[in-house]
């Protein structure tokens, strides 16, 4: 039997999921989700209007139901739908109520086992009350600290042998990692931001298809969610304006601009602490950085200059990616022909004298905001973002969601949309 593609349209908006499904579906779409943001915000009529739209594809209401089975199962069967969602984590009751009353109204009934820490028992009572398929899924909150989806997937072999009740995989699912969703056992792989965050989800959802019918990896850009070893990566792609947005518009670190326009850097801090204009420890800071870091200076906020031409020289050679001075810069012509990304408070043309106060890896402040060593400093043209060390792969997955959720916006507006339209300004304003 071929693999079923579920299109999980995870929106707050009904009409942006009716034009993003009307792109993706006619492409090897087979069932088509109301998501739980969907039906939270628009209701069962999203149901309905799905139903009408695709009037000869699967309908399926992620409910998430954890309570009330009877109750909300009976509803998504009335609104149209073929399929709803039951968590697993619900108690026993209303799991067995969930799949009751389904049978009842020609409902299959799935059971998400999100947060069942011990599926196996379970998923055997689940064949015996005869839920219609169980869905493994990575959650969203999980993949942006850093959860491989892939890591769903030893489950999922697991499961494939224990049951003969038929396996979704849903979860930061791509054309790349579907094929290995496919291999450890799933008979429905259900895919959402990587078609519907995409530029082009007509193109999006036929690569996955190709990628699950051929068992052939499909190569992607972007939905790729970052841990320890690539946060640099997914860092590198973003901007500071992605990182505020995914951090609750957090602020950068204002008054300090870069000298080089267009220069970008993204690295873990060495931090140094010195008095204004003594470049001693900055300068020293440069033979204990490690390829890829960013030395970080707080200077007091005023010159005379604690770094120049010589020091950048010095500082490209050890691979470092760039410079942040709270304090004053120097030789700007120079650093800006060598293209080295340094951001600093003010320029002036005079230095100090290397009196050796301060030191090197302690806590420091910039512009007011406490950096400790290690933080993930990130810098473009808007600014400078500080990223705490324990959230920066966390941090750099959600401002690459951001990016991937813009993506999809400004494809709307070039297709003649206005912003106000595209983000449903008047709909959504504080009542």
Known sequence: MPVILQLALDFLDLERAQRVAALAVPRGVDWVEAGTPLIKSEGLDAVRALRDQFPDKKVVADMKTADAGRVEMEAAAKAGADYAIVLGAASESTVREAIEVGRNFGLGVGVDILGVADPEPLVARLAEWGAAFVSVHCPIDVQMTGGATEGAFDLLARLAKATDVPLAAAGGLTSETAPGAVAAGAAIVVVGGAIIKAKDPTRAAADIRRAIDTGQAVATDLFRRADADTVRDVLSRVSTANLSDAFHHRPCLHDLRPVTPGARFAGPALTVRTAPGDFAKSVEAIDRAEPGQVIAIDAGGAGPAIWGE??????????????????????????????????????????????????????????????????????????????????????????????????????????????????????????
């Open 310 to 431: 010589l020091a950048t020289e010095s500082a490209i050679q050890k691979q470092v990616a760039g410079v942040v001075i709270d304090g004053a810069i120097r030789d700007t012509g120079e650093i800006r022909r060598l293209e080295f990304p340094a951001f600093a408070r003010l320029a002036c043309s005079h230095a100090g004298y290397p009196k050796g106060l301060g030191e090197i890896g302690g806590p420091i402040r910039l512009c007011g905001q406490e950096v400790q060593p290690g933080d993930w400093l990130v810098g473009d043209d808007d600014g400078i973002m500080v990223l705490p060390k324990g959230r920066a792969v966390e941090l750099a997955n959600r401002a690459q969601d951001v990016l991937e959720a813009e993506n999809r916006m400004r494809a709307e507006i070039r297709e003649g949309r206005t912003l106000s339209q595209v983000a449903y300004l008047q709909k959504w304003e504080k009542k």
